[in-house]
């Protein structure tokens, strides 16, 4: 079956770096439309960035220029490479998958993937 395994959050001071792994498994990864997602305490889940088989990438406003999302379809592996690091990314953070082509502003919509992993969580302090 679809598995989505998330590693790589912690706990880091404002301005700090982390790198966000997903392992995923049970099926061919380059059919799929992969994404982070994460949500805070009270707030709704949230599109981070997404990226497309043919390397196409999102990214929401809020987090452009400071995380870098990529895979390695060899190790069917997603990451998302966080820096500049600010309280107000203190979230879970969530790994998605879809099994067809998002477009436009669809890639940050929670309802149009198919499998989520478990989270990791992420905490950042000031």
């Known amino acids: 079956q679809v598995q989505l395994v998330e590693s790589g959050g912690g706990s880091v001071q404002s301005g700090g770096s982390l790198r966000l792994s997903c392992a995923a498994s049970?099926?061919?990864?380059?059919?799929?439309?992969m994404a982070w997602f994460r949500q805070a305490p009270g707030k709704k889940r949230e599109g981070v960035a997404a990226?497309?088989?043919?390397?196409?990438?999102k990214y929401a406003d809020s987090v452009k220029g400071r995380f870098t999302i990529s895979d390695d379809s060899a190790k069917n592996t997603l990451y998302l490479q966080m820096s500049s690091l600010k309280p107000e990314d203190t979230a879970m953070y969530y790994c998605?998958?879809?099994?067809?082509?998002?477009?436009?502003?669809?890639?940050?919509?929670?309802?149009?993937?198919?499998?989520w992993g478990q989270g990791t969580q992420v905490a950042v302090s000031s």
């Open positions: 998605a998958a879809s099994d067809h082509v998002l477009l436009g502003a669809n890639w940050g919509n929670q309802y149009e993937y198919n499998y």
């Open positions: 049970g099926y061919t990864y380059s059919d799929y439309y």
């Open positions: 990226i497309d088989s043919d390397g196409s990438i």
